[in-house]
């Protein structure tokens, strides 16, 4: 069994900054894709970025691209989302999700776990 607990989550301003970090339970961190996902109230879990299981390739949403990091230690059993010139609509519920694939992917429905959550609130 996998678990996943996120971390990091705020109320930050408008051009500012946060990283999120997940860490995974289980021995499975290291063979498996991870990926970011966000949920807005009222609304769908969107994509936001995937890392593959060695952390050689990284994948973005376009509403983040250039503002968001992804990346990984294998050691800590931990991906981080770095977060930075944050806008009031990045706004959401953000989730980590492990995929058991050497590569990442944009679907919900092709993750096998999830985290609970941590909220993010950006200011106006």
């Known amino acids: 069994q996998v678990q996943l607990v996120e971390s990091g989550g705020g109320l930050v301003q408008a051009g500012g900054s946060l990283r999120l970090s997940c860490a995974a339970s289980?021995?499975?961190?290291?063979?498996?894709?991870m990926g970011w996902f966000r949920q807005a109230p009222g609304k769908e879990r969107d994509f936001v970025a995937a890392i593959s299981r060695t952390g050689g390739s990284t994948y973005y949403a376009d509403s983040v691209k250039g503002r968001f990091t992804v990346s990984r230690d294998n050691v800590k059993n931990t991906v981080y989302l770095q977060m930075n010139s944050l806008k009031p609509e990045d706004t959401a519920v953000y989730y980590c999700?492990?995929?058991?694939?050497?590569?990442?992917?944009?679907?919900?429905?092709?993750?096998?776990?999830w985290g609970q959550g941590t909220q993010v609130t950006v200011s106006s």
């Open positions: 289980g021995r499975t961190f290291s063979n498996a894709a």
């Open positions: 999700a492990l995929r058991s694939r050497s590569l990442g992917s944009k679907f919900v429905k092709d993750y096998d776990y």
